[in-house]
């Protein structure tokens, strides 16, 4: 319901899907009131009276992109050994991040906030961070599996080597916006994992 209790005549999911790829192109501070209008069709009042403002519309905008194109970095929703886990997860990173049906790259890797001066700044950084802290925190359980498994190197630091995999899932972004060839990455991971994996 709208604040004044007459129910919004918009899709919700339609307009977040637009401010997410809006979002998603030009990150948080680029993007403009102006371009957010002419993504979602609504006026300023309209946006600001459904979502409050520009800020909290990024942050649901964020929770949309991980419940669709961002659920490819999920690592429960995989099989196999962890190694493989890890593996598949960057692949599959790479193939969705370099599809044509939408921005290239990853929304929570690209949104990066400048300056957080202001509070909308602020809440719009700690959107991406929070996401980037859980992606974090699963990449360093499943090193761990690894090691426990075996699919892994024994010596490895898990803190390290989870460091070097979350690195290079949010470089993926700047790499295939600079024209990469998603080839290439792919290569990449096989080396990355081929370092990582026991002998």
């Known amino acids: 319901m709208s ?14 899907n637009a401010a997410m790829e809006t979002f998603w192109e030009y990150g948080y501070e680029a993007t403009s009131l102006a371009q957010l209008r ?31 194109p961002g659920q490819v970095a999920e690592l ?17 990173s790479i193939a969705m991040q370099s599809e044509a049906s939408h921005p290239t790259g990853c929304l ?13 700044s602020a809440a719009a950084r700690v959107a991406v961070q929070l996401r980037r802290r859980a992606d974090r925190d ?5 090193v761990r599996a ?11 630091d898990p803190l390290s080597a989870s460091a070097a ?4 899932l949010l470089g993926i ?3 295939l916006r600079d024209g990469v060839a998603a080839d290439q990455l792919r290569q990449a991971t096989s080396m990355l994992l081929a370092q990582m994996r026991s002998r």
């Open 3 to 16: 604040p004044a209790g007459r129910p919004r005549k918009f899709d919700e999911k339609r307009v977040l």
């Open 146 to 156: 690894g090691i426990s498994d075996r699919s892994l190197r024994q010596d490895l």
């Open 173 to 175: 972004s700047t790499q």
């Open 76 to 92: 429960s929703l995989r099989e196999g050994s962890a190694a493989d886990v890890l593996e598949a997860m960057l692949l599959d």
């Open 38 to 68: 002419e993504a979602t069709g609504l006026s300023s009042a309209s946006l600001y009276g459904a979502f409050n403002s520009k800020a909290e519309l990024f942050r649901r905008a964020v929770e949309h992109y991980i419940e669709g």
């Open 108 to 120: 929570v890797a690209l949104s990066a906030v400048v300056g957080a001066d202001s509070e909308d």
């Open 165 to 168: 995999v979350h690195t290079f």
């Open 138 to 142: 699963r990449i360093t359980a499943c």
